[in-house]
C-alpha cells in the first residue's frame, strides 16, 4: 500500500492567495483527519470526515479554512485567502475505522510571503 | 478537557545508553487511549504504540518498551541501547475512547543520539 499521499510536500505563496492543499487516504480507510503543526501550537486537530462526512470542524481556525471530502479516495483543504500566519506543516492522517490508529502522510510545508 | 505534558523539550544522549521519554495526561474520561508517533528528520509522523486505559500492562517491542501507570496518570517510553536512527521528535498523545481519533498531542521531545 502506497500509504497517506499530500501534495505538494511544499508549497509557497504570497499572502492573500488561495491554497489546496490535497490528501489521498490509504485504500478501504473510512476515517481520514487534517492536522496542523506549528512551532507555537504543536499538532492540532483541524477537521475529521467519516465516510466522506464531516464530523467534527471545531479546529478549523476560520472562516478562510475549508476542506472537502467528495469522493473516499479524497481530500482537499483550502485557504482562502492564505495569510503569513498559516504557515505550517499540514498533515492528513486515515484509518480504517475512527478509533483505529492514523496513518500519516507526509506533510505540506506551507509558507506564505 | 484533555491535556498531554511532555516536560522534556530536547534530550541528548550517547549511543548505546538507555533513554526515557516522559509523559503525562490528564482527561477526565474513565476510558480513553494513549499512543506514542515517533517524527523523524523527513517529517512524516509515524505510530509506535497505542494502549488503552483498561490495560496497565507494560509493553515491550524489542529495544523500545512503554511505561503506563494509571496512578500517576502517566504513560513513559523507554528506548534501551539507543541507536541513531532513533535520533527524531517523539509525540505522546491521548484521544477518548468512544469516538474518533480526535489525538491531543504533547508538544514533543526532540530526541538526539550522538555516535
Known amino acids: 500500500d502506497a500509504g497517506v499521499i499530500q501534495s505538494p510536500r511544499h508549497e509557497v505563496t504570497e499572502m492573500g492567495q488561495e491554497v489546496t492543499l490535497r490528501c489521498k487516504p490509504i485504500s478501504g480507510h473510512n476515517s481520514l483527519f487534517w492536522y496542523r503543526q506549528t512551532m507555537m501550537r504543536g499538532l492540532e486537530l483541524l477537521i475529521y470526515f467519516n465516510n466522506n462526512v464531516p464530523i467534527d470542524d471545531s479546529g478549523m481556525p476560520e472562516d478562510r479554512f475549508s476542506a472537502k471530502m467528495p469522493n473516499a479516495s479524497f481530500s482537499t483543504l483550502k485557504i482562502q485567502p492564505s495569510e503569513p500566519r498559516d504557515s505550517a506543516v499540514y498533515f492528513c492522517?486515515?484509518?480504517?475505522?475512527?478509533?483505529?490508529?492514523?496513518?500519516f502522510g507526509s506533510g505540506t510545508q506551507l509558507s506564505v510571503l | 478537557a484533555q491535556k498531554v505534558t511532555q516536560a522534556q523539550t530536547e534530550i541528548s544522549v550517547v549511543e548505546k545508553e538507555d533513554v526515557t521519554l516522559d509523559c503525562v495526561y490528564e482527561?477526565?474520561?474513565?476510558?480513553?487511549?494513549l499512543f506514542w508517533y515517533k517524527q523523524p528528520p523527513s517529517g512524516e509522523l509515524v505510530f509506535l504504540i497505542r494502549?488503552?486505559?483498561?490495560?496497565?500492562q507494560n509493553e515491550i517491542s524489542g529495544r523500545y518498551s512503554w511505561n503506563f501507570q494509571k496512578s500517576t496518570s502517566s504513560f513513559n517510553f523507554t528506548i534501551t541501547a539507543s541507536q541513531v536512527v532513533d535520533s527524531a521528535v517523539y509525540f505522546c498523545a491521548l484521544s477518548d475512547f468512544q469516538g474518533a481519533q480526535k489525538l491531543v498531542f504533547g508538544q514533543g521531545t526532540r530526541l538526539t543520539i550522538n555516535p
Open positions: 492522517a486515515s484509518s480504517f475505522r475512527s478509533n483505529e490508529k492514523l496513518f
Open positions: 494502549r488503552n486505559s483498561f490495560d496497565e
Open positions: 482527561t477526565r474520561d474513565t476510558t480513553y487511549y
